[in-house]
């Protein structure tokens, strides 16, 4: 089970850190991944992160957010700094993932975090 938490409303130029926390003991076995989902458009990669910690960023976040995981927490955090209006949709975590960037290519899914930027 993985419980994200952490959205909420801050202005453009602001930061917010989504965490999600898994259930389980496996949690350092596995990939991990953040995806967001604006009203009207397909869900779209954010990051990931996989179990020995090599990162991957969106090119539209590359520089703005950071993914890291803490696995002695079983939690795997999303940093996001320089925030624009264009960034607000519900974020997901997801686990498990064959291949980072595919959402279907995930296992398991949290219920996602709403973070709405204002200009």
């Known amino acids: 089970q993985l419980q994200a938490c952490g959205g909420g409303l801050v202005q453009a130029g602001g930061s917010l850190r989504l965490s999600c926390a898994a259930s389980?003991?496996?949690?350092?076995?596995?990939?991990m991944g953040w995806f967001r989902q604006a009203p009207g458009k397909e869900r779209e990669f954010v990051a990931g992160?996989?179990?020995?910690?090599?990162?991957y960023h969106a090119l539209s976040v590359k520089g703005r957010f950071t993914i890291s995981r803490d696995n002695a927490k079983n939690t795997v955090y999303l940093q996001m700094n320089s925030l624009k209006p264009e960034d607000t949709a519900i974020y997901y975590c997801?686990?498990?993932?064959?291949?980072?960037?595919?959402?279907?290519?995930?296992?398991?899914w949290g219920q996602g975090t709403l973070v709405t930027v204002s200009s």
């Open positions: 997801a686990a498990s993932p064959t291949s980072y960037s595919v959402p279907s290519q995930y296992a398991y």
């Open positions: 389980g003991r496996t949690f350092s076995s596995y990939g």
């Open positions: 992160i996989s179990r020995g910690g090599t990162t």
